[in-house]
């Protein structure tokens, strides 16, 4: 399991001001949590960029 830095202005790790993470659990499997409710979380086997366009 690894964490996967998703915004490119702070290292890997740096939580300051992030509000979500993203865990790399496995190949191709990812989970997106909420740091501030721990209840809050989704898991897919695709992560894809917000500034992607469809």
């Known amino acids: 399991?690894?964490?996967h830095n998703t915004d490119q202005?702070?290292?890997a790790g740096d939580s300051t001001g992030r509000r979500y993470a993203e865990l790399n659990i496995g190949e191709e499997e990812f989970v997106i949590y909420d740091r501030e409710n721990?209840?809050?979380?989704?898991?897919s086997s695709v992560a894809v960029s917000?500034?992607?366009q469809c």
Request: no cysteine; charged share 20%; glycine share 0%.
């Open 1 to 3: 399991m690894s964490i």
């Open 9 to 11: 202005d702070e290292p």
């Open 50 to 52: 917000i500034t992607e």
């Open 38 to 43: 721990h209840q809050a979380w989704i898991q």
